[in-house]
């Protein structure tokens, strides 16, 4: 029996490694953008994580005729009326770096200094989509307090200053193994994990007989 096919609407290697991983022990085959040659960008302009992941989701699946399964993440914090939210890869600007991005979300919390104002959380929506445009669509969620300062020398964005106060650890100072227990990514996976079998049988009532858009590029 062949194993289903789940394109990953990325190029990133390492996320693309993750998934292989957390998805090992299921009768599927992951693969990513790049394993199908040149595909256009997909513009995250939506208003919400749902959108953004289910834009690139279902933008794969229909273009290559697999289902696709795609996540939009970012930090939301209380005081900042949800900021930088989806806007959190670029909210030092479309060109930011992590550490342009950190430098401004600690200068925006200055004005807050009291510990009850600080409350942020790590948001994340995952898609799974087929070709037809049906989707699957899963969140998870870690709650924390921002920082003031940076503590801890791994993670990624915002990690350095997300704390969180069951471990008494910032995201950074965790190690991949604590991260992926309690963080927002490995929140939403825990439920595609728990039901996995039910989503292979609903990608294959849902995906269409016919052949994959073709792209002009």
Not at 29 to 53: Q, R, S, V, Y
Request: charged letters at 30%; hydrophobic letters at 40%; glycine letters at 8%.
């Amino acid at each position: 029996m062949l194993k289903t096919i789940l394109v990953l609407a990325t190029r990133n290697i390492g996320k693309t490694k993750e998934i292989r991983q957390i998805l090992q022990d299921f009768d599927v085959e992951i693969k990513n953008l790049d394993d199908f040659g040149p595909i256009p960008e997909i513009e995250e302009d939506g208003n919400t994580f749902e959108e953004n992941a289910y834009k690139k989701a279902s933008f794969a699946a229909r273009i290559l005729g697999y289902p696709a399964i795609a996540d939009d993440s970012g930090l939301v914090v209380e005081a900042l009326n949800g900021k930088p939210g989806v806007r959190s890869a670029r909210y030092a600007g479309n060109n930011a770096t992590d550490e342009m991005n950190l430098k401004k979300l600690i200068k925006e919390m200055e004005k807050f200094p009291d510990p009850n104002n600080r409350k942020a959380a790590f948001e994340c929506v995952i898609s799974i989509a087929t070709a037809t445009g049906a989707a699957l669509t899963y969140e998870g969620r870690c709650e924390g307090l921002l920082l003031d300062e940076p503590k801890g020398d791994g993670g990624f964005g915002y990690d350095p200053i997300f704390f969180y106060p069951e471990l008494k650890k910032t995201f950074a100072e965790l190690s991949i193994e604590e991260k992926s227990l309690i963080s927002h990514r490995g929140m939403a996976f825990k439920e595609i994990i728990s039901e996995f079998d039910k989503i292979l049988t609903w990608i294959d009532i849902n995906m269409p007989q016919f052949e994959p858009v073709k792209c002009k590029l």
